[in-house]
């Protein structure tokens, strides 16, 4: 395994990039814009340059670099490093995306991985994350969407066409509300920071009270993030809400534990923010319904690396894979 290797952590507005070195630690941060709508040879350059600026604020020279994990939120054909779908930018799919920025940064011993960021995530969190000493593991990431990853004796698990760890599309309610895959009923439509909102939003329009009934009623935005804080407060409504999110991953949890009988699940994402309140009836939910072999030493928690989780597991994967 290389010491040292360039994590990049690609979105639909930033780049983030940095140097990780074979302890998890992140050596330098660079963020710049990726500027999609200049179009994908743009979004390779940017980065292309995101990456060598991360080697030089790291005092470093490429050739003390062994190579690069890019991470995005997609789904991505491990063997070939084919975008196969980019929900924020559209136009990458079907690009070689890993190896036109392996030519871009045009450095021989660099070899560019490509994976998804939930699942680079995942593996951050073996390596260096809450893992704590369990091989296997499974994470969700909790925010506009729900995303997952999953690692098994060590290895990210992506299935044979890089679509394994799609979590948030579990199915709860076959006959449930629409999803954004256009399925019916998914975990995602529930238990996301959207769902959370949109879920706020008709309790009030029913009657329940909040504190932040008069927010909505002049058309104020009320978000995840200020459902938490309210909940924190004391705002019962809210609170309530935070629990049946809870309820709903709960179940989400069981049907890992059956699934792949990991010892580990982690949660990640905005929605983290409401911590204890939204933890325990996750906990609660998952230990009522799974079986009690299936429960044995598991333990359900936060992620400790939050939002640098992505890039630490791009460097690290990408040290892993080089060797
Ligand atoms: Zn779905």
Not at 235 to 252: A, K, V
Request: hydrophobic share 45%; charged share 20%; proline share 3%.
């Amino acid at each position: 395994m290389t010491k040292r290797a360039v994590g990049v952590d690609l979105g639909g507005t930033f780049i983030k990039a940095g140097v990780v070195d074979d302890r998890g630690r992140i050596l330098s941060r660079v963020k710049i814009d990726t500027q999609y709508a200049r179009g994908p040879d743009m979004v390779v350059a940017r980065i292309a340059l995101a990456a060598s600026k991360a080697v030089e604020r790291a005092k470093l020279t490429w050739a003390r670099i062994g190579a690069v994990g890019l991470g995005s939120p997609g789904i991505f054909e491990p063997s070939t490093g084919i975008v196969s779908m980019s929900p924020n930018m559209p136009e990458l799919a079907g690009l070689e995306l890993a190896s036109l920025v392996r030519e871009r940064i045009g450095r021989k011993h660099i070899n560019v991985f490509l994976d998804n960021d939930a699942n680079l995530a995942a593996f951050a969190e073996y390596w260096v994350g809450s893992s704590g000493d369990t091989r296997d593991l499974v994470l969700f990431t909790l925010g506009t969407g729900i995303g997952g990853g999953i690692v098994l004796n060590g290895d990210i698990w992506r299935g044979a066409w890089g679509v394994a760890g799609e979590v948030g599309h579990m199915n709860l309610f076959p006959d449930g509300i629409r999803c954004g895959c256009g399925n019916h009923g998914c975990l995602e439509a529930y238990a996301s920071a959207p769902a959370l909102a949109r879920r706020f939003r008709e309790a009030v329009t029913a009657g329940r009270p909040s504190s932040m009934a008069p927010l909505l009623a002049r058309g104020v935005n009320v978000s995840a993030r200020d459902i938490a804080r309210a909940a924190g407060d004391g705002d019962r409504t809210c609170r309530e809400l935070i629990e049946e999110t809870g309820h709903y991953l709960g179940i989400g949890v069981m049907n890992m534990l059956h699934i792949l009988n990991v010892e580990r699940v982690i949660f990640a994402g905005g929605m983290s923010a409401a911590g204890d309140l939204l933890l325990e009836p996750i906990r609660a939910e998952a230990r009522r319904r799974t079986m009690p072999l299936a429960m044995r030493n598991v333990e359900i928690v936060f992620s400790k690396l939050g939002n640098d989780a992505g890039l630490i597991g791009a460097g690290g994967w990408a040290m892993r894979a080089a060797k």
